[in-house]
């Protein structure tokens, strides 16, 4: 009779034996397994054989020999214990790593977490899991993320505990991971909870929301001996208030805080954190609703949306049909365009409003309301670009040349892709193909192309060190069935089919005019932002055209050219704006630019690019924003949070309205007043 021997399981044993009689073997060379390997001597002696075992996780899940084994070494350490060391030395590993852990290294962060899977985490501890997905993750330059393998096991982990706090964790990372591979596990972790639960994927994302026991819309009181501690909420993120044992308001924790309640401020502030985190998650996963086609009663809307703690403060500065009427909401209430209170029954339906198909002056009305209101849009609604198709568009029929002739650095672009939803892979100079950038929209069935391809033919100048492209060029925008045959196109361009690099039919392109008009429009704004953002016609130091000055006639055109929808909307925008600002006084819209006169100059920045030309004869004028471009100097209403480059066009504008006051020689010495 033939014996069957699981050699898998041998195998662990061996190796187990083998970490048992060395010791961990640990690379000291991250910083966090140095500090693992100095606490060891420190600690009851059955550490080092948890840590041993640990560092035998070789395997993608635990295997039942390891979990067992696991649970037998953990009962050998007092849990609480347990609980503050494996804590302490999973915080050490998020903290940014500088260079992908070894493969012992991660085997043994593998093994760690499973390690605490077993010791029954707590809310705290789970953060800390859903932290080590994103540290693991960190984009590393010339290498890409820090350990993919560590992230994906983190995952695993999350996925088999049950509670709400790995839930949350789990909604907050799909809708902030990009990273395809551990994405897809975040995807499957979801939709088992999902089956588990007989609920839909949407569905069980909204309900994954945490309240993180805030009492109130947007703010919660929470008492530190003498003193409190206020936590505002707004559409950017969580802050922290103080106040006194005088009830006071104070800049930073009181003394008797810092000292009497170290625990519980540390508590604090991570809770902030992990709010503005949740809050940034909440923010992407709502600007994904037009095209969700979700829609709630009334009742069950509000429980999830409007009066949430957390994502109230999101839904309440947001548009919604309610039985068809718009309404936002206003001084403790839902109310119509002319601050009427919204009366209508709990079994009503709801859904997000969107400007596309409404009355112009209805649109106009509501981006009025909002200003009369303050109201601070967490993206653009009532201001939301709308794309309807063009006579080009007409005469094409199944593409659209509109963002097409774009130069884009790939690498911004490819991580903005990601971003917004759609797949793309970033294009090395190798004999090899690819497919075109895409967003699968399941629902609608359909799935939308933007096709894109390497561009130069110089390595080492039109690529990185590791050969994969520095910029693209751009061309049409298609639509297909979503399971249509996939397109591929060579790596240095030569058009895109099916046929050539694969066997299957190819799919045939859709009519634009059968794509509903909200797909269009939406898929077109992302296109747009794609290219609005990673052009190399907004960087103001490529005037002379980039390598070999190949570039100089696109720089041209893109940094002073037409004006797409996204800067239209920022010009109607600033028409209505500039009247309240200082900077109004002197400063005007005329057709693609804003003018400003300064006392030494005119000059006039355009609405697109935010590049310069100033008086006389339209001289360029360089000016490099920094990265806190927007966030000092004079402060703005503006009803939207998310443009950046309307940011900087306002700074260059409140610098140079002053331009005898400057005193950087770059820019002085352009301007000639030195």
């Known amino acids: 009779m033939a014996v069957l021997i699981d050699r898998s399981n041998e195998s662990q044993r061996l190796r187990q034996l083998v970490a048992e009689l060395s010791g961990p073997q640990l690379d ?16 009851d002696p059955a550490w080092q054989r948890l840590v041993a075992h640990a560092s035998t996780a070789t395997m993608a899940r635990p295997t039942a020999g390891w979990s067992t084994e696991a649970q037998r070494l953990l009962v050998a350490v007092e849990a609480a214990q347990a609980r503050q060391v494996l804590d302490r030395w999973l915080a050490a590993a998020i903290r940014t ?7 012992v290294n991660a085997d043994l962060l593998r093994g760690l977490l499973w390690l605490v899977e077993r010791t029954g985490p707590e ?32 995952v695993g982990v ?14 907050r990372l799909s809708a902030r991971v990009t990273y395809k591979g551990t994405r897809n596990e975040i995807d499957k972790a979801l939709d088992a909870r999902a089956t588990a639960l007989g609920i839909g994927r949407d569905e069980i994302e909204e309900l994954a929301v945490p309240d993180y026991g805030l009492t109130e819309v947007g703010r919660h009181e929470m008492p530190l001996g003498g003193c409190r501690a206020e936590l505002l909420i707004g559409s950017t993120g969580a802050t922290l208030v103080w106040h006194n ?5 104070v800049k930073s924790p009181p003394a008797a805080v810092r000292r009497d309640h170290a625990a519980e401020l540390t508590g604090v502030k991570s809770l902030a954190k992990e709010i503005s985190g949740m809050l940034a998650a909440q923010t992407a996963r709502l600007d994904r609703l037009f095209l969700a086609q979700r829609t709630w009663t009334l009742g069950a809307w509000r429980q999830r949306y409007l009066d949430h703690p957390l994502v109230g403060v999101l839904a309440r500065r947001l548009l919604w049909l309610v039985d068809g009427v718009p309404c936002g909401w206003a001084d403790g209430a839902l109310r119509t365009i002319d601050d009427s209170p ?28 909002l200003e009369r209101h303050r109201i601070v849009q967490p993206f653009k609604q009532a201001h939301r670009e709308v794309y309807l198709l063009t006579p080009a568009e007409e005469a094409t029929g199944t593409y659209s040349n509109r963002f097409a002739g774009h130069i884009l650095r790939q690498h911004q672009y490819h991580a903005l892709a990601a971003i917004r939803g759609w797949n793309d892979r970033l294009r090395l100079m190798v004999d090899d193909s690819y497919p075109p950038t895409s967003c ?3 629902g609608w069935g359909l799935r939308a192309e933007y096709w894109v391809e390497g561009i130069g033919d110089d390595y080492g100048v039109d690529t990185t ?30 058009g895109y089919t099916a046929a050539r690099w694969t066997d299957a039919r190819p799919g045939e392109p859709l009519p634009l005019d059968q794509v509903p008009p909200l797909v269009f429009s939406e898929i077109m704004r992302d296109v747009d932002l794609f290219v609005g953002v990673a052009s190399v016609g907004n960087d103001p130091t490529w005037s002379d055209g980039g390598p070999q000055g190949r570039f100089r006639d696109y720089w041209s055109s893109y940094s002073f050219g037409e004006l797409s929808a996204t800067a239209e909307t920022r010009r109607d925008l600033l028409v209505r704006l500039l009247p309240r600002l200082a900077v109004g006084r002197q400063a005007r819209v005329d057709g693609r630019f804003l003018v400003v006169d300064g006392e030494l100059r005119t000059y006039r920045i355009h609405l697109g690019s935010g590049n310069i030309l100033m008086s006389p004869n339209d001289a360029y004028l360089c000016i490099v924003p920094d990265r806190g471009a927007g966030r000092s100097g004079e402060q703005q209403f503006l009803p939207f949070e998310g443009d950046g480059m309307l940011a900087v066009i306002l700074s260059k504008a409140m610098l140079l309205a002053k331009d005898a006051e400057i005193t950087d020689p770059t820019i002085t010495r352009q301007i000639g007043s030195r």
Request: glycine share 10%; proline share 10%.
């Open 245 to 249: 044992e005088a009830g006071r308001q």
């Open 28 to 43: 000291p060379g991250d910083p966090w397994a140095a500090q693992i390997l100095a606490e060891l001597p420190t600690l």
């Open 342 to 369: 919204l009366a209508v029954a709990d079994d009503a339906e709801v859904r997000i409003w969107h400007p596309i198909g409404r009355p112009v002056p209805e649109v106009v009305g509501w981006r009025e309301w």
């Open 158 to 171: 999350l996925g088999r505990l049950d509670g709400e706090a790995a839930l949350a964790q789990l909604a």
């Open 97 to 103: 790593p500088h260079r992908p852990p070894s493969t």
């Open 123 to 154: 809310q705290e501890q789970v953060r800390l899991i859903g932290g080590l997905v994103e540290s693991m993750l960190r984009r590393l330059p010339g290498i890409g993320p820090a350990c993919p393998k560590v992230a994906n096991a983190a």
């Open 440 to 442: 699968e929209l399941p």
């Open 465 to 494: 060190d590791s050969g994969s492209y520095l910029r693209l060029v751009t061309d049409q925008v298609r639509f297909y069935p979503v399971d249509a045959a996939q397109n591929w196109s060579h790596a240095s361009g030569g």
